[in-house]
Every structure is written in structure tokens, then in C-alpha cells.
């Protein structure tokens, strides 16, 4: 009500003060006929409130009594009724102090007089009264009404939304006098019980109640430090813990590692023996945290989740807390889902037995939610149960999610509703009882409902996985256009989502586990696309999901060579301000997040579509432009395995589209049986592997049809460039065998090299390197490498300049402080080790790296553990992690001349090239050469020495190496002597007494390097 009013009102009450009579009162109504209404019987309510809390209790009744018979008048009996319920369970509430045992059965009493409009009584009752009394007096109204508010919060009765509204208003009055600076323990306990009022709040938008939870909470460690409060302190942990697992805004994996670091934080406050219950209570929480953990290892993931619910049940009995009990029984069966360590059958039947433990607790009507939820947990084990009959299992799947809507309703629970229904979209899909044409119905009826309500903006995640769902329903229908539709629905939510997460420590692995959870979405992409004869589209889609992490940082790092300086100056600003905008919906500190993310969803459109406009890469890859880039003489080679299929795609300028294959014309099972014979005999067998070594490989020419896959390509192309995928990367595929004693060398004589990705190809083409004159070298850092020594000495005569670190010298510290920027050619002749458990952590090892004895504790970071028994100090070795740290920004070529400094992580599923190449590629160099396997350090020598040989005659780098492999497969005893001489190679004494006694039985004619486990280990990799 405006000013004027308001002070009519009061010249109202007043008159009526001053009658002796009924009568007066009467006149004095009937003179003010415009005023009586509402608004006039709120601020008589209000006005007897202030004369009672004068004392002047008479004076008080008058004003009450009379807004009561005014507003019986006036029809407006239910508001005043709520206004004086108000007043009157304020009273009680203060002279109670606050007493639960009294103020509960009268609220009970009372439950539809606490709705909306009793927040908004409240709200203006209490602002009006405080401003007419003094601050002793004002105190007590707004401990008052801060202790209701708390009382109405743990209400178990009544409209749950509405009693938080309730909450939330008499919370915020409250602390308008009861500050920090005045009160601050108070205040921060209210500051408390509002984080979880924002936190469990119905009304308004979910995002941002937990923001303002979380500044709620963070207000309240302003006071409660763990020093001085030290329980209300791990209070405030385990709350932010949970606040940020449920957390939208933001990154996912980052906020479940922000859970778990205040749930630990919790945890040295709440011990076993000092808060047994609420430390049972933090190792639950705890325990879903880690079930959900986007970073580690997921199996370890799962067991640390295991080890929490399992501690807590040694507190949550079933005799002691029935509830809570099934509560981590419903969590523990959820574990034991998704398990990876043990039996498959042996945890689905776990799982089951705790689900079933839970409904024991659980009933319909008095935990209807849990109940519901356990019965949907219910449905997805039987769904993938492996014990009893397929048929049975799915029926009692759909059972238990058919139970489950019971309860989620689309108006009451709607995402739960929605996302059942696309749990019963996946085992109508998959259902063997009934008609199949009319399962597949349903479940594409089911999927189509979930989205109506599972929508893009308000569930990215939920959206795509219902999308992905549909899609396999429409292809497994032939319905491809809309399978298509629906992948490249699912397709675009996960790209957003990948957009998301910042560039940081840690943040490429969370990129890596989101492109492992969706690389069969893109599969599948690629199959529709091909039955839709869209073979462009198709092998785009390849692209798209390869190397994405790889491409993003490189082309970060080369923009200032990449695009022009004010396309770099955009791109910076565009990156700044994401970068900032993430921080502020990271840490909370948006004061508008919505609007924030929509900007940032803008953002990040206007710095892709700048990027696309030079350079059409990552989502926004499009194979024309680079088609049209390549050389008339060049050729490309791209495989794509998905799960029943290898995908061969040829591409050359000649053809508008990409050639591809029969997908049928490779045996996959074949290939992988193969590939597994291959690596079981090179890791336990490598005498046995390396004598079969040929055989195996004219094996693999066949299972590949290799010549039927160099066939289509036009004669023209003298230059093949391979693009391998997954385990392919660690095969010689340039020297496979063709028809008639001919090889790829023999059929391009331009050179036969590799790239992790056309994408790659693009980046590394725009790196201009013409110089070749500096030379960096690490040369035996380990001094037990013979013919190291002869290889650098030689090679080194080569450049103009060169900076060798020798033996003692070649040390991790040495390449820490030495300048690599102006370096033309990096060469690394030493040991090398590919760590295949945990790739980043393949090094090339160094001088004063191995100790003499393990460490006391284990240390995998830190520490590395050699087959022969010795140990690596990590930080003394130059590992992947550290490579990535380098600047190598006018480097033409790398060289490992090392042992699997080609090999990369071929068991991760995110189609992501993460190996020592990947590193070098990343700092700059254009070319990287490295080898696929333990190298002969004799052979390897020649090798080198002949290649760099090659390159000062001006050829490139691959044609350099396959000549150099071509020259020594084909070099006899007496030519390598000659050989020798011609180039005068530094051979010390007994450097030469050992080569006679390896040669010595040979004839001259003899080829002593003739296998290709001499020269076939080395690729280039690049330009």
C-alpha cells in the first residue's frame, strides 16, 4: 500500500481511539467509507500487536476484535483468521521458547492456515512491526520469528513447498536485525538453516536454490570456524557436500570433487567414536559421491563407495535405524549395479538382495519416494540380471518400473516420471515376450513421453542419454531418419556438454570420460549415416569423435600462427570471458546463473563458429575444406573400428566423397583375435613374438584385404598417409605385405606415414618449419647403450649447431633449464618405457631416474615399478605429463629413438591418441618419429644414422624414414661394411670387436637386419 494510504489509515485508527461508544465507532466508519477494506484490517491486526507487546493488552483486544467483525463483514474471514493464528502462535512461541511439544499440536491444528498467504502475512506483519518498536523489543521479534521459522521447517505435517516458503521468509526478516556484526552466532546459525531451506526448496527454479544454498552456507563459516565451533563446523561441510553433489551449475566432475573434499573435511570433526551417528551419516553421503565419481578409476570408484556404505551400516542397524538402514541398503544395492570388480551375476544378485532388504523398511505409505525409487532400482537389476531367464528378468523389470510409476507422477515428480519412462522405453525395446513390432512401439512411445519433459535446456544430460535411446529404437526399426534425428539431438547436448567443462588440472581427463560414455552415440551416428548413403556426414562424425582433447589444446596453443592476429585478439577475449564466467558458476559467486549460463552458451557459439571460419575443426569439422586441401598425389587411409565392425574410409582429392568400403569386407572378429595374439606374445613371449613376427604380419595383410583396400585409390597418389584407430596404433601397418612380393613402399614411393586424425593433419600441416639447422639431443642418459653413442655423434655432424646432453649429463634438470624454443630437430636416443595402466606417466627415462631400492610406501604417481625388478623416480624421468610442459614452437622433427615411444592407450574407449607422439605433436613439433615396439639398439643406430642421412638430401621426413627401413631390410654384411668405412663412423675398439662377433658367421650377401623387427618399428607421425 502506498504512503498515503497508509497514513489514512492510521488517521482512521486514531479517530477511533478517541470513541466513547459504539455509537462514535460507528460514525466514524460510516464517514470513512473508502477505507474499509483489507488493507485497513492488516493494520489493525498489526496495531494490536504493537499495543500487546506495550503491555497495553485492552487497547490491543479493541483492534483484533474489531478487525475480526470488519473482516467477517467484508467476506476476508480467512485472512484475518491467519493473522490472528499468526500473532497467536508467535505468543506461544516466545513464551514457550520455543517448545516443540507445545507449538507442534497447535500448527497441527492449523495445517490450512500455513500456505503462501501466511509467508506473506508473516513477511509484512513482521517488516511493519519492527519498524515501530525499539531494538530490545525488535530482537525478541525476530528471535521469535526465527525460531518458528525453524519449527516450521522440521515440520513432518502440511504442504511441504509451503512450509519452506514460510521458513524462508520468517529466516530473512529475522536476520534484517539479527546481523553478523550484532549477533554473529545466531546469524550464522540462521544463515545455516536457510542453506538448507534453499536446498531442500520445491518452489522456484532448482539451479538457483542451491547457488543461494551454497553462499548461504559459505556465510556461515564466516563464524563457525572449525576452531571455535568445530561440530557446527563439519555441520556446514557435510551440508556443502551435499549441496554440490545435487549442484547443476557448473561442471559435474569438478562439483562431485568438491562433494568429496568436503565430506572429508566433515569427516575429522565427525570420528567413529566422538559422532558415531553422524559420522555413519557423512560416510552414506560419502558413499553416493564416490558412486558417482566422474574422475579415477571407476572400478576403484565403486569400492571406495563399497568400503563408505559398508561403514556406515556398522551404525545403521536395522534394529537401531530402520530407515536409514535401508536407506544405504538402497545405496548399496546401487553399487553393487554397477560394480566392475568380481562377478557380474554374483553383484546383480547383491544388488537385488539389498534392494529387497530396503522394501522391507520402505512401505508405500509411509515412504512412498524411497519406496518408488527402490522399485525402479529394482527394475534395472533384473533388466541386466544374468542368472534365470532373459525373458522372465526384463518382465520383471517392467514390472518393477510399471510399480514405480505408481507414485512419480508427470505433475508430482516429473524428471523421476520421465526418466523411468525411458527405462521402460530400453526393456520394451529389448523385450522377448509379445510382439516385437508392438514393443518397439511402446518403447519409442516411452522414450517420445520422457522428452516432453527430459528437454535439452533443463536436462542436457538426461536429454541426451533419452535421445541416444530413441535412436537406437528408430535404427533397430530401419526408421533411420529419425534414428539420425535423434542421435544428432543427443549428439548436440553432449557437445554442450563437453563445452562446459574449463580448460585446467584435471579438467582433459573429465573430456576423456565423457567421450568414453558416448563413443558408441557416435558409432552409431556413423552406421545410420552410411545405410543413408550420407558418406560425408559419416566419416565427419568419425572425426568428431577422435583426438577431440588433443585438437582443442593445440589449436589453443598455435592460434597466434593459425589464425590472423585480429581473429587471435577475439578469440582471447572470447576465451577470458568463458573462463571467467565458469569460475563465477564454479564457485557460486553468479548473481544471476541462469542468465550467466545463457551467455556463456553464446560465448561459446561466437568463438566456435570464429574458429570454424579458418579452420573447420573439432564439432565443427567439415571434410570438404580439407579434402580440397590435400595434394593430388596424396592419399588417406581411415579406419574406424565400432563394436561389430572396422570401417575402412578412402580419401583423396580425386573424389568428391570419401570412398568407402564394404563394412563386411574385414572380419572383426578375426582382426581383434589376431590383435590379441599379437600383444599376448609381445608382452610374455617377445623371442617367440619376434621370430613369428613376419608370419603374423603376412596374417594381418590378409585378414585387412589390404589389397583390396589400396586398390580404389587412383594410381596417381604416390603417398599414403594411414589413420589408424585404437589397437591399430600400435600395428606396422606400413609393412604389411601386398600381392606379388610387392609392399606400400613399392606402391607409394612417396612416402607412407601416419596422423592420429584428419583433424591432426590440418594442424600439423599449418606449422611451417623450413629451418633444419639446430640440433637437441639426449644422448644414453643410462650409459648402457652401445651404438647410442655412434648414432649421435654421427647425426650430430649434420646440423650447423647442437646442444647434446651426454650420459651423466641427460638429466631431467638439464632439460628444465635448457631453451628448447629455437630448437629445429629433437632427438632422443635412450631408453624408453609406455606405461600402458596409466598412460600419462609413459616416459623417457633419464639420467639418475632408477633407484637402487623401492620406496617404503606405494606411490604410483611418483613411482614406477620395471619388469626387471628395478624402480623409476617419475619426477627424474621426462614423462607425458612433463613433455606437455614444453615449447618446441619451431621444431620440424622429433625423434625417439627409444624403446614403444610410439605405443599409446589403446583401452580407453574415448577414441582420444594419448602416447608420447601425442605430447611432441602438442608442443610444437610438425613430425614426430617413434617406434612400436623394444628396438635393437645395433639396427636402430644404422637406422638413424641412415635417415638423417635422407633428410640432409631434402626429403621429407616419412619418405626420409621409409627409405632408411627400405636401405636397411635390404643391406647386406658387406655393404653395411662398406658402408661403415664410407662415412668414416665413430667405432671405438670395442664398439667393433662386437660388431665382427655379430656378423662374423655371416656370408657377405647375408642380410643381417632383413626382419622387420629391425626395421619396421619406427613410424613418423605428422606432416
Same mark, same amino acid.
Given at each position: 500500500?502506498?504512503?498515503?494510504?497508509?497514513?489514512?489509515?492510521?488517521?482512521?485508527?486514531?479517530?477511533?481511539?478517541?470513541?466513547?461508544?459504539?455509537?462514535?465507532?460507528?460514525?466514524?466508519?460510516?464517514?470513512?467509507?473508502?477505507?474499509?477494506?483489507?488493507?485497513?484490517?492488516?493494520?489493525?491486526?498489526?496495531?494490536?500487536?504493537?499495543?500487546?507487546?506495550?503491555?497495553?493488552?485492552?487497547?490491543?483486544?479493541?483492534?483484533?476484535?474489531?478487525?475480526?467483525?470488519?473482516?467477517?463483514?467484508?467476506?476476508?474471514?480467512?485472512?484475518?483468521?491467519?493473522?490472528?493464528?499468526?500473532?497467536?502462535?508467535?505468543?506461544?512461541?516466545?513464551?514457550?521458547?520455543?517448545?516443540?511439544?507445545?507449538?507442534?499440536?497447535?500448527?497441527?491444528?492449523?495445517?490450512?492456515?500455513?500456505?503462501?498467504?501466511?509467508?506473506?502475512?508473516?513477511?509484512?506483519?513482521?517488516?511493519?512491526?519492527?519498524?515501530?518498536?525499539?531494538?530490545?523489543?525488535?530482537?525478541?521479534?525476530?528471535?521469535?520469528?526465527?525460531?518458528?521459522?525453524?519449527?516450521?521447517?522440521?515440520?513432518?505435517?502440511?504442504?511441504?513447498?509451503?512450509?519452506?516458503?514460510?521458513?524462508?521468509?520468517?529466516?530473512?526478516?529475522?536476520?534484517?536485525?539479527?546481523?553478523?556484526?550484532?549477533?554473529?552466532?545466531?546469524?550464522?546459525?540462521?544463515?545455516?538453516?536457510?542453506?538448507?531451506?534453499?536446498?531442500?526448496?520445491?518452489?522456484?527454479?532448482?539451479?538457483?536454490? /542451491?547457488?543461494? !544454498?551454497?553462499? @548461504?552456507? =559459505? &556465510? #556461515? +563459516?564466516?563464524?563457525?570456524?572449525?576452531?571455535? %565451533?568445530? $561440530? *557446527?563446523?563439519?555441520?556446514?561441510?557435510?551440508?556443502?557436500?551435499?549441496?554440490?553433489?545435487?549442484?547443476?551449475?557448473?561442471?559435474?566432475?569438478?562439483? /562431485?570433487?568438491? !562433494?568429496?573434499? @568436503?565430506? =572429508? &573435511? #566433515? +569427516?575429522?570433526?565427525?570420528?567413529?567414536?566422538? %559422532?558415531? $551417528? *553422524?559420522?555413519?551419516?557423512?560416510?552414506?553421503?560419502?558413499?553416493?559421491?564416490?558412486?558417482?565419481?566422474?574422475?579415477?578409476?571407476?572400478?576403484?570408484? /565403486?569400492?571406495? !563407495?563399497?568400503?563408505?556404505?559398508? &561403514? #556406515? +551400516?556398522?551404525?545403521?542397524?536395522?534394529?537401531? %535405524?530402520?530407515?536409514?538402514?535401508?536407506?544405504?541398503?538402497?545405496?548399496?544395492?546401487?553399487?553393487?549395479?554397477?560394480?566392475?570388480?568380481?562377478?557380474?551375476?554374483?553383484? /546383480?544378485?547383491? !544388488?537385488?538382495?539389498?534392494?529387497? &532388504? #530396503? +522394501?522391507?523398511?520402505?512401505?508405500?505409505?509411509? %515412504?512412498?519416494?524411497?519406496?518408488?525409487?527402490?522399485?525402479?532400482?529394482?527394475?534395472?537389476?533384473?533388466?541386466?540380471?544374468?542368472?534365470?531367464?532373459?525373458?522372465?528378468?526384463?518382465?520383471?523389470?517392467?514390472?518393477?518400473?510399471?510399480?514405480?510409476?505408481?507414485?512419480?507422477?508427470?505433475?508430482?515428480?516429473?524428471?523421476?516420471?520421465?526418466?523411468?519412462?525411458?527405462?521402460?522405453?530400453?526393456?520394451?525395446?529389448?523385450?522377448?515376450?509379445?510382439?516385437?513390432?508392438?514393443?518397439?512401439?511402446?518403447?519409442?512411445?516411452?522414450?517420445?513421453?520422457?522428452?516432453?519433459?527430459?528437454?535439452?535446456?533443463?536436462?542436457?544430460?538426461?536429454?541426451?542419454?533419452?535421445?541416444?535411446?530413441?535412436?537406437?529404437?528408430?535404427?533397430?526399426?530401419?526408421?533411420?531418419?529419425?534414428?539420425?534425428?535423434?542421435?544428432?539431438?543427443?549428439?548436440?547436448?553432449?557437445?554442450?556438454?563437453?563445452?562446459?567443462?574449463?580448460?585446467?588440472?584435471?579438467?582433459?581427463?573429465?573430456?576423456?570420460?565423457?567421450?568414453?560414455?558416448?563413443?558408441?552415440?557416435?558409432?552409431?551416428?556413423?552406421?545410420?549415416?552410411?545405410?543413408?548413403?550420407?558418406?560425408?556426414?559419416?566419416?565427419?562424425?568419425?572425426?568428431?569423435?577422435?583426438?577431440?582433447?588433443?585438437?582443442?589444446?593445440?589449436?589453443?596453443?598455435?592460434?597466434?600462427?593459425?589464425?590472423?592476429?585480429?581473429?587471435?585478439?577475439?578469440?582471447?577475449?572470447?576465451?577470458?570471458?568463458?573462463?571467467?564466467?565458469?569460475?563465477?558458476?564454479?564457485?557460486?559467486?553468479?548473481?544471476?546463473?541462469?542468465?550467466?549460463?545463457?551467455?556463456?552458451?553464446?560465448?561459446?557459439?561466437?568463438?566456435?563458429?570464429?574458429?570454424?571460419?579458418?579452420?573447420?575443426?573439432?564439432?565443427?569439422?567439415?571434410?570438404?575444406?580439407?579434402?580440397?586441401?590435400?595434394?593430388?598425389?596424396?592419399?588417406?587411409?581411415?579406419?574406424?573400428?565400432?563394436?561389430?565392425?572396422?570401417?575402412?574410409?578412402?580419401?583423396?582429392?580425386?573424389?568428391?566423397?570419401?570412398?568407402?568400403?564394404?563394412?563386411?569386407?574385414?572380419?572383426?572378429?578375426?582382426?581383434?583375435?589376431?590383435?590379441?595374439?599379437?600383444?599376448?606374445?609381445?608382452?610374455?613371449?617377445?623371442?617367440?613374438?619376434?621370430?613369428?613376427?613376419?608370419?603374423?604380419?603376412?596374417?594381418?595383410?590378409?585378414?585387412?584385404?589390404?589389397?583390396?583396400?589400396?586398390?580404389?585409390?587412383?594410381?596417381?597418389?604416390?603417398?599414403?598417409?594411414?589413420?589408424?584407430?585404437?589397437?591399430?596404433?600400435?600395428?606396422?601397418?606400413?609393412?604389411?605385405?601386398?600381392?606379388?612380393?610387392?609392399?606400400?613402399?613399392?606402391?607409394?614411393?612417396?612416402?607412407?606415414?601416419?596422423?592420429?586424425?584428419?583433424?591432426?593433419?590440418?594442424?600439423?600441416?599449418?606449422?611451417?618449419?623450413?629451418?633444419?639447422?639446430?640440433?637437441?639431443?639426449?644422448?644414453?642418459?643410462?650409459?648402457?647403450?652401445?651404438?647410442?653413442?655412434?648414432?649421435?655423434?654421427?647425426?650430430?655432424?649434420?646440423?650447423?649447431?647442437?646442444?647434446?646432453?651426454?650420459?651423466?649429463?641427460?638429466?631431467?634438470?638439464?632439460?628444465?633449464?635448457?631453451?628448447?624454443?629455437?630448437?629445429?630437430?629433437?632427438?632422443?636416443?635412450?631408453?624408453?618405457?609406455?606405461?600402458?595402466?596409466?598412460?600419462?606417466?609413459?616416459?623417457?627415462?633419464?639420467?639418475?631416474?632408477?633407484?637402487?631400492?623401492?620406496?617404503?610406501?606405494?606411490?604410483?604417481?611418483?613411482?614406477?615399478?620395471?619388469?626387471?625388478?628395478?624402480?623409476?623416480?617419475?619426477?627424474?624421468?621426462?614423462?607425458?605429463?612433463?613433455?606437455?610442459?614444453?615449447?618446441?614452437?619451431?621444431?620440424?622433427?622429433?625423434t625417439l629413438s627409444a624403446c614403444e615411444t610410439g605405443l599409446i592407450d589403446f583401452r580407453n574407449t574415448s577414441d582420444e591418441y594419448i602416447g608420447l607422439p601425442s605430447g611432441f605433436l602438442y608442443t610444437g613439433a610438425a613430425s614426430v618419429v617413434s617406434s612400436l615396439w623394444t628396438v635393437n639398439d645395433l639396427s636402430t643406430a644404422f637406422l638413424m644414422i641412415r635417415f638423417y642421412q635422407n633428410l640432409q638430401d631434402g626429403l621429407a621426413v616419412a619418405l626420409a624414414l621409409n627409405q632408411a627401413q627400405m636401405w636397411l631390410k635390404d643391406l647386406s654384411k658387406g655393404d653395411l661394411e662398406t658402408w661403415i668405412e664410407e662415412n668414416q663412423l665413430p667405432l671405438k675398439p670395442a664398439v667393433k670387436m662386437g660388431l665382427r662377433r655379430r656378423l662374423y658367421q655371416l656370408e657377405d650377401?647375408?642380410?643381417?637386419?632383413?626382419?622387420?623387427?629391425?626395421?619396421?618399428?619406427?613410424?613418423?607421425?605428422?606432416?
Open positions: 500500500m502506498d504512503e498515503q494510504r497508509q497514513e489514512a489509515y492510521l488517521n482512521l485508527i486514531n479517530a477511533l481511539l478517541s470513541c466513547a461508544s459504539n455509537q462514535e465507532i460507528n460514525r466514524v466508519f460510516d464517514a470513512n467509507q473508502d477505507l474499509i477494506d483489507a488493507g485497513l484490517v492488516q493494520i489493525m491486526v498489526h496495531m494490536g500487536g504493537v499495543f500487546k507487546d506495550k503491555g497495553n493488552n485492552d487497547t490491543a483486544d479493541f483492534f483484533i476484535n474489531l478487525a475480526l467483525q470488519l473482516d467477517n463483514a467484508l467476506g476476508l474471514s480467512s485472512s484475518s483468521l491467519q493473522l490472528n493464528f499468526l500473532l497467536q502462535v508467535l505468543r506461544v512461541t516466545e513464551e514457550s521458547k520455543g517448545n516443540q511439544e507445545i507449538i507442534y499440536p497447535i500448527l497441527q491444528k492449523n495445517l490450512d492456515k500455513l500456505n503462501d498467504n501466511f509467508a506473506q502475512l508473516l513477511h509484512n506483519w513482521v517488516t511493519a512491526t519492527l519498524k515501530e518498536v525499539k531494538l530490545e523489543q525488535a530482537l525478541r521479534i525476530a528471535s521469535t520469528t526465527s525460531i518458528l521459522s525453524t519449527l516450521i521447517q522440521r515440520l513432518p505435517w502440511g504442504n511441504r513447498a509451503s512450509n519452506l516458503e514460510i521458513t524462508i521468509t520468517g529466516y530473512e526478516i529475522a536476520t534484517t536485525v539479527i546481523t553478523q556484526q550484532a549477533f554473529p552466532e545466531q546469524w550464522a546459525e540462521i544463515q545455516n538453516n536457510l542453506g538448507i531451506a534453499y536446498q531442500e526448496r520445491i518452489r522456484g527454479e532448482r539451479i538457483k536454490n /542451491l547457488e543461494i !544454498a551454497i553462499r @548461504y552456507y =559459505l &556465510a #556461515a +563459516l564466516q563464524v563457525f570456524t572449525r576452531q571455535t %565451533f568445530p $561440530e *557446527k563446523w563439519a555441520e556446514i561441510q557435510n551440508n556443502l557436500g551435499s549441496t554440490y553433489f545435487y549442484r547443476l551449475f557448473g561442471e559435474r566432475a569438478e562439483n /562431485l570433487e568438491m !562433494a568429496i573434499k @568436503y565430506y =572429508l &573435511a #566433515a +569427516l575429522q570433526v565427525r570420528t567413529y567414536h566422538a %559422532f558415531p $551417528e *553422524k559420522w555413519a551419516d557423512t560416510q552414506n553421503d560419502m558413499g553416493i559421491a564416490y558412486r558417482e565419481r566422474v574422475r579415477g578409476e571407476r572400478a576403484e570408484n /565403486l569400492e571406495t !563407495a563399497l568400503s563408505c556404505f559398508k &561403514a #556406515a +551400516l556398522e551404525i545403521r542397524t536395522y534394529e537401531t %535405524f530402520p530407515k536409514l538402514c535401508a536407506d544405504t541398503k538402497n545405496n548399496l544395492g546401487n553399487v553393487y549395479l554397477y560394480r566392475i570388480s568380481g562377478e557380474r551375476a554374483e553383484n /546383480l544378485e547383491e !544388488a537385488i538382495k539389498n534392494y529387497i &532388504a #530396503a +522394501l522391507e523398511v520402505y512401505n508405500v505409505e509411509a %515412504f512412498s519416494s524411497e519406496w518408488a525409487t527402490t522399485q525402479n532400482n529394482l527394475g534395472t537389476a533384473y533388466f541386466y540380471r544374468i542368472w534365470g531367464k532373459k525373458a522372465e528378468n526384463i518382465e520383471a523389470s517392467i514390472g518393477h518400473y510399471v510399480t514405480a510409476l505408481k507414485f512419480y507422477t508427470h505433475n508430482s515428480s516429473p524428471e523421476r516420471w520421465a526418466t523411468t519412462k525411458n527405462y521402460l522405453s530400453i526393456a520394451y525395446r529389448e523385450r522377448i515376450w509379445g510382439q516385437k513390432t508392438r514393443n518397439l512401439t511402446t518403447a519409442i512411445e516411452y522414450s517420445l513421453s520422457a522428452l516432453s519433459v527430459l528437454s535439452y535446456e533443463a536436462f542436457p544430460q538426461n536429454h541426451a542419454i533419452t535421445q541416444f535411446n530413441l535412436g537406437v529404437t528408430y535404427q533397430k526399426t530401419k526408421q533411420l531418419l529419425n534414428a539420425y534425428k535423434a542421435f544428432d539431438a543427443a549428439i548436440n547436448a553432449v557437445e554442450s556438454l563437453r563445452t562446459e567443462i574449463a580448460y585446467g588440472s584435471g579438467i582433459e581427463e573429465d573430456k576423456q570420460k565423457l567421450a568414453e560414455k558416448w563413443n558408441e552415440l557416435y558409432q552409431r551416428m556413423v552406421k545410420v549415416c552410411l545405410e543413408l548413403d550420407n558418406l560425408t556426414e559419416a566419416i565427419e562424425y568419425v572425426e568428431r569423435s577422435k583426438t577431440r582433447n588433443l585438437v582443442e589444446l593445440i589449436l589453443s596453443r598455435d592460434r597466434h600462427t593459425i589464425f590472423p592476429p585480429e581473429v587471435v585478439v577475439q578469440l582471447d577475449r572470447l576465451r577470458d570471458e568463458i573462463a571467467s564466467g565458469q569460475y563465477e558458476l564454479q564457485n557460486a559467486t553468479a548473481e544471476d546463473p541462469t542468465a550467466l549460463a545463457q551467455h556463456l552458451q553464446q560465448l561459446r557459439q561466437q568463438r566456435n563458429e570464429l574458429q570454424d571460419k579458418y579452420l573447420p575443426i573439432g564439432s565443427g569439422f567439415q571434410f570438404e575444406p580439407f579434402r580440397s586441401s590435400l595434394s593430388a598425389r596424396t592419399a588417406i587411409v581411415e579406419f574406424y573400428i565400432t563394436t561389430d565392425k572396422l570401417l575402412v574410409f578412402i580419401i583423396t582429392q580425386q573424389t568428391q566423397q570419401p570412398i568407402v568400403l564394404s563394412p563386411d569386407l574385414v572380419d572383426l572378429n578375426k582382426l581383434e583375435n589376431w590383435a590379441n595374439s599379437y600383444l599376448k606374445a609381445y608382452n610374455n613371449q617377445k623371442s617367440h613374438w619376434q621370430r613369428r613376427l613376419t608370419t603374423r604380419l603376412n596374417l594381418l595383410a590378409k585378414i585387412l584385404h589390404l589389397d583390396e583396400i589400396i586398390e580404389p585409390i587412383p594410381t596417381e597418389c604416390d603417398r599414403l598417409i594411414l589413420i589408424p584407430h585404437r589397437y591399430l596404433h600400435l600395428l606396422p601397418l606400413h609393412a604389411l605385405p601386398l600381392a606379388g612380393d610387392s609392399s606400400l613402399f613399392d606402391r607409394f614411393p612417396g612416402g607412407v606415414s601416419y596422423a592420429p586424425s584428419c583433424q591432426l593433419l590440418q594442424l600439423a600441416q599449418t606449422r611451417k618449419r623450413p629451418k633444419f639447422t639446430h640440433l637437441f639431443a639426449v644422448q644414453n642418459p643410462t650409459s648402457d647403450l652401445s651404438y647410442t653413442d655412434i648414432e649421435i655423434e654421427t647425426i650430430q655432424s649434420y646440423f650447423n649447431t647442437s646442444n647434446l646432453l651426454k650420459q651423466k649429463r641427460a638429466t631431467k634438470e638439464a632439460i628444465d633449464d635448457t631453451s628448447l624454443t629455437s630448437v629445429h630437430c629433437a632427438h632422443f636416443s635412450c631408453h624408453g618405457y609406455f606405461n600402458a595402466t596409466q598412460p600419462r606417466k609413459s616416459a623417457l627415462i633419464l639420467a639418475n631416474a632408477e633407484l637402487n631400492a623401492a620406496p617404503t610406501q606405494p606411490d604410483t604417481e611418483n613411482y614406477l615399478s620395471l619388469g626387471k625388478g628395478g624402480v623409476l623416480n617419475l619426477n627424474k624421468c621426462l614423462t607425458l605429463d612433463s613433455i606437455f610442459t614444453l615449447n618446441l614452437e619451431q621444431c620440424r622433427l622429433v650377401d647375408a642380410k643381417p637386419f632383413q626382419d622387420p623387427f629391425h626395421w619396421a618399428a619406427f613410424c613418423a607421425i605428422g606432416q
